[in-house]
């Protein structure tokens, strides 16, 4: 109880602190920022504003040559310009503080046990904020992490175009492990690369997460 609260509180003033320090670097493409959520609903899920940038940014993580920038460091950086983030202009210019290429902004909405997720991928160099992949997930609240691996699995797919993309999304809906999808997705980049022995044991390892993932067989 509440010393959860003042170590999440004491967690929360360090990061400010190395946020307030922190020169902005330059923005890679292949990092991303996952952004505070807006949450309509009621209180009780005010919690996921803040939750699902650490969730969606950990799930995110490691595919392929994709960063995601540190859950705490992003939320202090937030904090810092005031907690929220209206638009995509100035989900843009934080996350370019924050070093990050892309970005993602979502939104969370509730009725009784049914909680509805959206969340949209930008990529920040344009002009203009250019939406990269859209995912929605809804359902129970008690399934609240298969929701957010879901979602992550859509997004990873989502900003994976060109050739093969329609088979990246055969795989995403044959298994319901996150880490066999990123393993297959990273597996799958080797291949192309010509890099054939680090795909091989990418199969492999997607095989071993999730043995009925009959794409990562083939």
């Known amino acids: 109880g509440a010393g959860v609260a003042l170590a999440g509180a004491a967690v929360l003033v360090a990061a400010l602190y190395g946020w307030r320090k922190l020169r902005p670097a330059p923005a890679a493409h292949n990092h991303l920022a996952v952004l ?41 950086a937030a904090h810092a310009e005031g907690g929220g ?17 892309l970005y993602v902004m979502g939104s969370v909405s509730a009725i009784g046990n049914q ?3 959206e ?9 203009q904020p250019a939406l990269v992949t859209q995912a929605s997930v809804s359902g129970d609240t008690t399934q609240l992490f298969d929701l957010v691996d879901r979602m992550a699995g859509d997004l990873m797919v989502g900003q ?21 999808l990123k393993a297959y997705l990273d597996a799958e980049q080797h291949l192309r690369h010509g ?12 095989v ?9 067989y083939y």
């Open 36 to 76: 505070p959520f807006a949450v309509h609903g009621g209180k009780s899920l005010d919690f996921l504003a803040q939750g699902l940038v650490d969730l969606l940014s950990r799930n995110l993580d490691g595919t392929s040559n994709l960063r995601s920038v540190n859950g705490a460091t992003v939320l202090a």
């Open 85 to 101: 983030v209206a638009d995509l202009e100035e989900g843009r210019s934080l996350a370019r503080r924050l070093g990050a290429g």
């Open 115 to 117: 909680v509805r997720i």
């Open 119 to 127: 969340a949209s991928l930008y990529d920040g160099s344009p002009p």
């Open 160 to 180: 994976r175009r060109g050739p093969g993309s329609r088979l990246l999304q055969t795989a995403a809906v044959t298994t319901q492990s996150l880490p066999a």
């Open 195 to 206: 890099q054939f022995d680090s795909a091989f044991g990418g199969f492999q390892d997607a």
């Open 208 to 216: 071993q997460l999730d043995s009925t993932f009959a794409l990562a």
